[in-house]
């Protein structure tokens, strides 16, 4: 059985873990997404085959990223690998939006499919062990 005093321990150390994890996955999805957007910046090719699957796959990793490191539910992990997947595509697109590389309804469809792929790779990953 366990106190309750460690089990208020567990939960610190479960929310503090789960806000790093959150912080970690997000910096990590964001460099990414930065490095793809610049690079197809000047390589059409990236920007023409890549950018969309590239995109959606970064923030599938940035849900697992998350999903690992928090240690949390299946539930929870595909709720914040939703929101790092999201965020971390918004800021991408936004960058790609400005240099004039994707349309302004790219904002809205990528960070949605963003998302998504961050939930399913946060829920694929998650589940306390």
Avoid at 18 to 25: E, H, I
Wanted: glycine content about 14%; some cysteine.
């Amino acid at each position: 059985m366990t106190s309750p005093a460690s089990s208020a321990s567990n939960t610190r150390t479960s929310s503090g873990n789960s806000a790093s994890a959150f912080r970690n996955a997000t910096i990590i999805g964001t460099l990414l997404q930065l490095a793809m957007v610049l690079s197809g910046h000047w390589v059409e090719f990236i920007k023409m085959n890549v950018f969309a699957i590239g995109g959606m796959l970064i923030s599938a990793i940035a849900g697992v990223i998350y999903a690992r490191s928090a240690r949390v539910d299946r539930k929870k992990s595909a709720i914040q690998g939703a929101i790092v997947g999201g965020l971390c595509a918004l800021i991408g697109i936004a960058v790609s939006f400005f240099l004039g590389d994707v349309p302004a309804n790219i904002l809205a469809l990528g960070t949605l499919s963003s998302a998504v792929t961050g939930a399913i790779g946060g829920a694929i990953a998650g589940g306390t062990r």
